[in-house]
């Protein structure tokens, strides 16, 4: 009976354990920067207790919320406070539409598409001053942002052509999920991981089907087409986890964490079978490692300092150290490991014009952060960081697994693992 | 994932312990779920404040009549007055600046104007060695307009009645009104991350200085610097008499930025911190704990020579109470505390309460057991100790800062 009283009183977001200790509050970096949002406490478990006994009193400044999960990896209670919030936002969207702005900030895989098309096009009209002022005004996208470049050749594209045939031939195999990053602007970390990867004997396969992960269409209300998306992914990873004996790889934490948490916390979709084999290439390699499946060979001559910086999903998993023991074992990489800053875009939240100045004074502690570590470039494993630290500070920001791929040694790593 | 030495718990004597591991060279990892009750401390540190209600004025003396049971007794009463300079020193180090002496307890001031005997105390706390030699006559108590976590009627006739003239003055500037646009957040912590910049506190200073009057001393709450020391520093030259601030309402500031600034520390001297994460399983085999699997961390469990239990008393989930039984939840270790339930609780929230001494069994090595077998290479050290009361004896920091300590003598002494 006991146990019955204490398991039925616990609702899947632990609401129930909130004590009110105000701690969530002291480190959400919104309520640090502005009066309009009530703060992850308010938002969260106490405007719940309200919003149960009638949706009313839903507040629309929920959507200020930069759902960086920040409050949850605070909590000393484990209460899901931004999981709370993000069902209220979902709660409260049903029967309304989205933005045209927001709809198309969204749709990463849409917008890539048609812009890999006419990517030197594109790419030279999104940057211009003209273009700019238009979106801004017409479209409220911030036009201090510049949308990052498109690639003239999908990953995709350049996968079937250059590299696909040789993966067969490797003894191990595993499925890369490359998300819309890699696949319409930067093909080049996909490129690392497959030569890093080939490099200690894996061959590396695409899934059937891969679609964007939503994590754009989640944050922007659109949560039907996110569905739809996430039940098709979540096809193709059960066929490659189950099927083919395929652990899926990724290389970005916001797409990672939205397969693995999001799917089943926010849109319902269980995908808690395969679950343990979705996971950051980092995290597979460090454990290939740390097992001694496997050895990596660095550069003699490598010599470069860079700064860490822990992405906010990427804290939420708790997998940030996968990534920084890894590139300690890059003998000529001096590594500082930042304090964890929210860098303030949270995906498409700072391209929109009424964030921008918001976003930039989040981002403003971690700025001051990476100025005083006076290092040549900075590693993250968010696409999202990457293009915020790049325009706030100057200075390149590069994924762990492309650190990896250019200090590698690559002759002296097959050969110290035996492939010809 | 192998390192020397996994820590479970992040507060104050995980990372007292995995600094003092990190600064012999030891690789350390240490699994901290959520933030401490390190952010309910108000800015001191107390070795032993009271014995069966009586006041304790010289702590090191008293330390030798405590009961068998307490962990200062199993570390050694001989011991104490040396870990307790490393311990103050571990904590300058890290850049909180504290003040005391452990062979003689001073008095901190709680939010509610109540003074309490403490070891260590931030040098920007208001802080009394002698009552009968106050550090300030007249006192100007400065509260911010709006303000939730200062009773500050409370805390100006608490000061009367240790013997203050007090001056009350209310004030705002432009950063304070515009904060109270948002109704619920007048809280510590958001009040400082907005008055931080030079040109906020200048604005604090003009107000300060024009209301002081003939006050020898200005007291504010103590809303300045999350992270660093920077903000009170400026502000106290900018101040025209002696400034001091106030301990608050929880989460406190000062709380906080001690938190941040250990934590950094530790990263520093290349320790890992797992934020949010928490130690679910260990792997027993023969006497020595092999492995622990994390929450997040999953199917690739933490390996290392030796291990530590950090992890809290009942408010910080290191301990359990059910309906039936009080136990240790990630292992099932032995711990002491009473069966019966009757016992645990006393009516009378201020009465003296059993729970409050409940925690893990240890060995005078501070090892823990299960099913009284020894367990050769965890030990247990901080609230989640047997044998202390955190709230009637006054000893709760000074047993994680002493156990840590202690503890890491022990692991290094080992190899």
Same mark, same amino acid.
């Not at chain 1, 960086?68 to 209220?88: F, L, N, T, Y």
């Given at each position: 009976?006991?146990?019955? &009283? ?307 999903? &990427? ?60 290092? /040549? ?10 293009? /915020?630290?790049? &325009? ?29 | ?45 107390? +070795? ?42 571990? +904590?300058?180090?890290?850049?909180? $600046? ?26 920007? $706390? ?7 030699? +106050? ?19 409370? =805390?100006? $006739? ?147 020579? $030796? ?58 090595? =501070? ?49």
């Amino acid at each position: 009976m006991a146990d019955q &009283m204490q398991l039925c009183n616990i609702s899947e977001s632990n609401f129930e354990q909130c004590t009110k200790c105000s701690i969530c509050t002291t480190v959400c970096p919104v309520a640090a920067v502005t009066t309009d949002y009530p703060g992850p406490k308010q938002a969260g478990p106490d405007g719940e207790r309200y919003r149960l006994k009638d949706p009313a009193y839903y507040d629309k400044a929920l959507k200020l919320c930069l759902n960086c999960k920040r409050c949850e990896v605070a909590c000393p209670s484990g209460v899901h406070i931004a999981d709370i919030i993000q069902k209220a936002r979902m709660r409260s969207s049903e029967g309304h539409r989205a933005s045209l702005r927001d709809t198309m900030l969204a749709n990463t895989d849409l917008l890539g598409t048609v812009a890999n098309l006419v990517a030197p096009v594109a790419n030279a009209t999104l940057g211009l001053a003209p273009t700019k002022l238009v979106m801004d005004s017409v479209m409220a996208i911030d036009k201090h942002r510049t949308f990052p470049a498109y690639s003239r050749q999908k990953f995709t594209t350049w996968f079937k052509r250059h590299a696909a045939k040789q993966q067969d031939d490797f003894g191990q195999h595993v499925s890369y999920f490359h998300g819309c990053y890699v696949n319409y602007n930067f093909p080049k970390l996909g490129q690392d991981l497959v030569k890093l990867l080939n490099a200690v004997g894996y061959g590396v396969h695409l899934l059937d089907k891969e679609q964007c992960c939503g994590v754009a269409l989640i944050a922007n209300g659109l949560y039907k087409q996110a569905k739809r998306q996430a039940r098709v992914n979540a096809d193709s990873i059960r066929k490659s986890v189950n099927t083919d004996h395929r652990t899926v790889l990724t290389t970005s934490s916001s797409c990672t964490f939205n397969l693995r948490d999001e799917y089943p916390a926010v849109l319902d979709v269980d995908t808690s079978d395969v679950r343990d084999s979705i996971m950051l290439a980092t995290r597979f390699i460090y454990n290939l490692v740390d097992e001694e499946k496997i050895k990596l060979i660095f550069k003699q001559d490598y010599k470069r300092r860079m700064a860490y910086h822990t992405a906010c999903h &990427m804290q939420r998993m708790g997998w940030q150290l996968y990534s920084i023991e890894l590139l300690r074992m890059i003998p000529g990489l001096d590594l500082v490991v930042l304090e964890q800053d929210c860098c303030g875009i949270s995906g498409t939240y700072g391209f929109k014009k009424e964030n921008y100045e918001r976003s930039q004074e989040i981002g403003s502690v971690l700025f001051k952060h990476i100025a005083d570590a006076q290092v /040549q470039a900075v590693t993250t494993d968010c696409e999202t960081c990457k293009w /915020q630290i790049e &325009m706030s500070t100057g200075l390149p920001v590069e994924n762990p697994i492309s650190v990896l791929a250019d200090a590698l040694d690559v002759e002296a790593t097959r050969q110290a693992n035996n492939i010809n | 994932m192998r390192t020397d030495t996994v820590i479970m718990g992040g507060g104050l004597s995980g990372l007292t312990c995995g600094i003092a591991l990190a600064k012999r060279g030891q690789r350390v990892t240490i699994v901290a779920s959520g933030q401490s009750t390190l952010l309910f401390n108000g800015g001191s540190m107390e +070795l032993l404040g009271n014995i069966d209600g009586t006041p304790v004025t010289y702590p090191l003396e008293t330390i030798a009549s405590l009961p068998e049971g307490h962990p200062y007794r199993k570390i050694g009463a001989d011991r104490i007055a040396s870990l307790a300079d490393e311990a103050k020193q571990l +904590l300058l180090d890290a850049g909180i $600046n504290v003040e005391g002496d452990a062979a003689a307890n001073h008095w901190r001031v709680t939010p509610m104007g109540v003074a309490k005997h403490a070891w260590l105390t931030l040098s920007e $706390n208001l802080r009394i060695d002698d009552l009968k030699q +106050l550090p300030a006559r007249r006192l100007a108590l400065m509260c911010i307009r709006g303000f939730f976590d200062e009773p500050n009627s409370m =805390l100006a $006739n608490g000061l009367k009645e240790l013997g203050f003239e007090v001056d009350k003055h209310e004030f705002t500037t432009d950063e304070i009104t515009k904060l109270r646009r948002s109704p619920s957040e007048m809280r510590a912590a958001s009040l400082a991350k907005r008055l931080s910049s030079n040109n906020a506190l200048q604005r604090i200073a003009d107000q300060v200085n024009s209301l002081a009057g003939d006050a020898d001393m200005v007291l504010l709450p103590s809303v300045f610097g999350m992270s660093d020391n920077d903000s009170y520093d400026i502000l106290k030259n900018m101040v025209n008499k002696p400034l001091r601030l106030v301990a608050t309402l929880p989460p406190s500031v000062a709380g906080s930025r001690m938190q941040a600034m250990l934590r950094h520390y530790f990263m520093m001297l290349g320790g890992n911190y797992l934020m949010g994460d928490s130690a679910v399983k260990g792997t027993l085999e023969g006497d020595r704990l092999t492995t622990i699997t994390t929450a997040k961390l999953g199917d690739m469990p933490l390996r290392a020579d $030796n291990f530590v239990l950090a992890t809290g008393s009942f408010i910080s989930r290191g301990l359990v109470a059910d309906y039936e039984r009080v136990y240790e939840p990630v292992m099932g270790l032995d711990v002491d505390a009473d069966k019966d339930r009757e016992q645990w609780t006393r009516f009378g929230v201020l009465e003296p309460q059993a729970y409050s001494r409940y925690g893990v069994t240890t060995d005078a090595t =501070l090892r823990c057991a299960k099913q009284g077998k020894t367990i050769a290479n965890l030990r247990a050290i901080g609230s989640v100790l047997s044998g202390h009361d955190t709230v009637k004896m006054g000893d709760g920091t000074g047993v994680s800062l002493l156990t840590a300590l202690a503890a890491a003598h022990g692991i290094l002494s080992d190899k």
